[in-house]
């Protein structure tokens, strides 16, 4: 279920370029989201500020800065806490599902298929919508 006709603004955080670029093109092939990909974990936080997605996809195994890292980052920032987050991944481990600021997070099995997908970013949005009225809010200004 689509929640609007405005397109969503999806953010994938991923090290792995065909999987940011594969994701973004059927994702945008259904003509209900934008997305934007960033491969540099490290600047996620900054990718979102500029871009301010409805909901971020992040790979948890990445070099530098795992995904569970990023998640934490945004959730810390008054401007982008509130925007909800999946985490597409190979593995989930029990202490990620458990951390208590990951709350109300989707996680999604790599491979995923854009049903699954799309079905998470849906739940992730309306869940969203329905804790704050209006969805993801982006502050300006600092942290």
């Known amino acids: 279920m689509i929640l609007n006709t405005s397109k969503k603004k999806i953010l994938i955080v991923d090290d ?12 945008e092939q259904t ?4 997305v934007y ?3 540099k974990p490290m600047r996620a936080l900054t990718t979102a ?3 301010q997605p409805d909901l971020i996809i992040l790979d948890v195994m ?13 959730k810390g920032d008054r ?7 999946i985490f597409l991944t190979a593995t989930v481990t029990r202490g990620e599902t458990d951390d208590k600021w990951a709350e109300n997070v ?5 491979p995923a298929t854009l049903p699954e997908l799309i079905n998470g ?11 704050n009225g209006s969805g993801s809010q982006w502050i300006a200004g600092s942290q």
Do not use: C
Request: aromatic share 6%.
């Open 62 to 74: 990445m070099p530098g800065m795992d995904g569970t890292e990023v998640a934490k980052l945004l």
């Open 106 to 110: 989707i996680y999604i099995r790599k």
């Open 31 to 34: 003509g209900h989201y934008e």
């Open 49 to 51: 500020w500029s871009f």
């Open 79 to 85: 401007r982008a806490k509130d925007v909800p987050i």
């Open 16 to 27: 792995e370029e065909g999987i940011t670029r594969m994701i973004k093109l059927a994702l």
């Open 121 to 131: 970013i849906e739940q992730s949005i309306e869940a969203a919508n329905a804790s």
């Open 37 to 39: 990909e960033e491969n």
